[in-house]
């Protein structure tokens, strides 16, 4: 495990990127990011670039001891939710509003190590999260915060993870400078996305289109890679570019109904040790019980699958305007020649929305048959 806890080179600032500006005088670390320019649109310029700015993390000494220390990775959109984290923390508790009360640590994960394969390849479970929780065991951090779309089904030993904070929108969207959505792209046209779901919901509708698989890194990388000429298009989760203030480099937004998103997309979750007390109630204050029944119920679709990163797992459980629970769970094969799909609706609680995801699940793994998911 590694922990930033010194200055970081800074990347030079372009003139005409606008901060995203941040009040940092309370806590122990703080980052400037940027809000792109927007495309034009709804029609493309064709000949427009992308301004992507590289993201620039300075650490400040601390100087006295945090009452809580937030763990996260350094990514410019896990430290935002990090700052959503410590910015909720410190409404809800004068104490913790102090200067130096909060402290964010930020901490290296395999999944960040091991940018050369797609994650599929390089297997196994918590790629982003692992090193986080260790640290959280050891006692070198007090909370952790998680896309929950990256936490596994199972927590490890001495953790629980009491808190959602409020959703972010759930939808994927699309981003290109030559196209306004996908069914616009000509055949053969290359879209980068490292995310199995996305390219086997994709191709299942666009089947001429290609994927290229390996298109990892943060989402100003990303955007690089598409300014440069890499692919022709990209798709993100809207929800992090709301977090990071970038919505305008989107194109357009995808409908649920075109591509289902992961299971927990858009959620953070927030862990402490399942002896902490203390730290339980600060983060229990925070949490948002819809979304928090919302992701159990899909996580227990997810788990139901035993799905894997080399499985295509989509699944969205929602509240309709009757306040009862509306689940929708889908599998697919890589290539999207087969997707499976299947539709629940109960009771808006707990027990009964777990109960409505993990029947889903078992449907669709009837369904599938024997071998689908190992020959996914």
């Known amino acids: 495990m590694q922990t930033a806890m010194a200055p970081l080179n800074q990347a030079p600032f372009p003139s ?14 703080s980052a400037l990011g940027f809000s792109l320019p927007c495309l034009k649109s709804p029609t493309p310029n064709h000949h427009t670039k992308l301004m992507v700015p590289r993201a620039s993390i300075a650490v400040e000494q601390q100087t006295k001891l945090a009452l809580i220390r937030i763990g996260t990775r350094g990514s410019p959109l896990a430290l935002a939710q990090a700052y959503e984290t410590r910015d909720k923390l410190m409404a809800a508790d004068t104490e913790l509003a102090e200067e130096g009360a909060i402290q964010i640590v930020v901490i290296k994960t395999t999944g960040d190590k091991i940018l050369s394969q ?11 999260t692992k090193e986080i929780d260790e640290a959280l065991i050891n006692g070198e951090i007090d909370i952790a ?25 759930v939808r994927d969207a699309f981003i290109s400078l030559s196209a306004n959505s996908l069914a616009e792209l000509p055949a053969g046209s290359t879209v ?9 919901q994709m191709l299942h509708r666009y089947p001429s289109l290609n994927v290229l698989e390996n298109f990892r890194g943060n989402v100003q990388t990303r955007l ?28 357009s937004i995808l409908s649920l109904d075109d591509m289902l998103p992961a299971v927990a997309q858009g959620a953070i979750g927030i862990a ?5 007390e203390k730290m339980a109630n600060y983060i229990a204050s925070l949490n948002h019980e819809e979304t ?26 929602s509240k309709d305007e009757d306040g009862n629970c509306v689940f929708k769970g889908l599998v697919a094969s890589i290539d999207g020649t087969r997707v499976l799909e299947t ?9 009964d929305m777990i109960l409505m995801g993990k029947d889903a699940g078992k449907e669709l793994l009837s369904r599938a048959g024997p071998g689908f998911f190992d020959s996914c």
């Open 224 to 251: 690089r890679k598409l300014n440069e000429g890499v692919v022709q298009a990209t798709l993100l989760a809207l929800a992090g570019l709301k977090r990071l203030n970038m919505t305008e480099n989107v194109t």
């Open 292 to 317: 928090r029944l919302a992701v159990a119920c899909e996580r227990a679709f997810l788990e139901t699958l035993d799905g894997s990163c080399r499985t295509p797992i989509a699944g969205y459980a």
């Open 145 to 169: 915060v998680h896309s929950m779309k990256d936490v596994p089904t199972y927590l490890p030993e001495k953790t629980i993870l009491p808190c959602n904070l409020p959703r972010e929108d």
């Open 192 to 200: 980068g996305t490292a995310s199995l779901r996305r390219k086997s």
């Open 16 to 29: 005409n990127a606008r901060p995203l500006t941040c009040n940092f005088s309370t806590g122990s670390i």
């Open 272 to 276: 402490c040790r399942s002896d902490d």
């Open 343 to 351: 539709s629940r609706r109960g009771p808006h609680a707990l027990e």
């Open 118 to 128: 797609p994650l599929a390849d390089i297997g196994g479970k918590g790629l982003f």
